[in-house]
């Protein structure tokens, strides 16, 4: 590996095509306003580097970075590059990680909008992120401890898998499909419209009109709070261990849950089962 430390990089495409790489301590900065510093590279450790300029890792394959800064301007920082790693850093420009794939992140800090389009195999462990329209169309998805705050999050994903995360989010998981969330808290309006094959596993769900017009939607001993007109029009099996605001016209399953405020079934074609209360066997039909 070539090393190269403590250096300053500002002009256009200043390490173009470089391999075998490690950058430490470097900055890419400067007057000359250059984009592009190491597209079409391959093998490339940058540890503890500052990146201020726009495109710096496009086309990339086999990228590690540790300890490293993404301004706001170093904007859309990686596009089409395979193979990436990233920890302890901040990643904060617009439109980072589209069209990547394998892809991990760690203790990451991400403040960036549209992140994570149409990426494919991406891990993110511990850190935060905030972020509009954060990882739309991304497949095989895995996060775990991760907090996150945003709008229009994990639209459109595929083969997600979800633990022991926190996200305050509105329009989260729209058109989903086959997404499994485990001991987590969802905060936020108009939760997962739309989704296929979702699972929810202990969960605390917060916010106004939930899961709506979904199908294959599972909900195992979760807790619903300040939930309202749940469930409109989807094909749902809940197992529900808090009382709910109300729920409205379930199209198929079964919903058991201690008590719901308010059940509201005026659609023909509303055929799903609200069960309330315990007894001996099980829960009692809701009146």
Known sequence: MTLLQHQCFDQERALYGSADLTLRDCRFDGPADGESALKESRNILASRCYFNLRYPFWHDDHLTIRESEMTGLCRAALWYSNHIHISDSKLHGIKAVRECSNVTLERCDIRSAEFGWSARGIRMRGGAAESEYFLMRARDVEFSDVD????????YIENGVFDRCRMDTKDAFWHARHVTVRDSVLKGEYLAWYSEDLTLIRCKIIGTQPFCYCKGLRLIDC???DTDLCFEKSEVEATLTAPVV???NPRSGVIRVPSVGELILDDPDARGQVLTGRTPNGCAPCA
């Open 246 to 248: 109300s729920i409205k």
């Open 148 to 155: 996150f705050r945003g709008k229009y999050s994990f639209q």
């Open 223 to 225: 807790e619903m709070v």
